[in-house]
């Protein structure tokens, strides 16, 4: 069931990799704190891309909790701290996201709250009717 509908008004620039703009029905709603690059372990990941792709796993293992997936995604934020390298996150982004163009704010930051921390992301999905 598609319940996130991708907005991308033709006067404004089109992307296969992220939308304009989301339209999510009322509903049951699953905001996802931020994720970093930690496995379960309380281990962070080496690097950029090991970070972002751990940080995406991360987002859908609380998505899978919620018996939801990336077509449920309505809105994710990616935080990259300041001496992250942007390709190597957007790189591993694609490969673990897919081609999932949901609404994306890509900001950078002077750090986080766990040293080493290179990434942080969080998502605003919308959870079907019949998994309630």
């Known amino acids: 069931m598609t319940i ?6 033709p006067e404004l620039h ?6 304009q703009g989301t339209l999510v029905p009322a509903g049951r709603t699953l905001y996802v704190g931020g994720q970093n690059g930690t496995a379960s372990d309380g281990s962070l990941a080496e690097g950029t891309a090991a970070q972002t ?3 995406l796993q991360n987002v859908l293992s609380v998505l899978a909790a919620a018996d939801a997936g990336v077509e449920h995604v309505a809105k994710l934020t990616i935080h990259l701290a300041a001496e992250a390298d942007v390709s190597a996150a957007f790189a591993a982004a694609a490969q673990s996201w897919g081609m999932h163009p949901t609404a ?3 900001l950078r930051v002077v750090g986080f709250a766990r040293p ?3 990434v942080e992301i969080d998502a605003v999905a919308a959870i079907p009717a019949e998994t309630e």
């Open 116 to 118: 080493g921390a290179l």
């Open 104 to 106: 994306i704010t890509v």
């Open 53 to 55: 792709a751990r940080a």
């Open 4 to 9: 996130v509908t991708h907005l991308n008004p």
């Open 14 to 19: 089109t992307s296969p990799a992220f939308s």
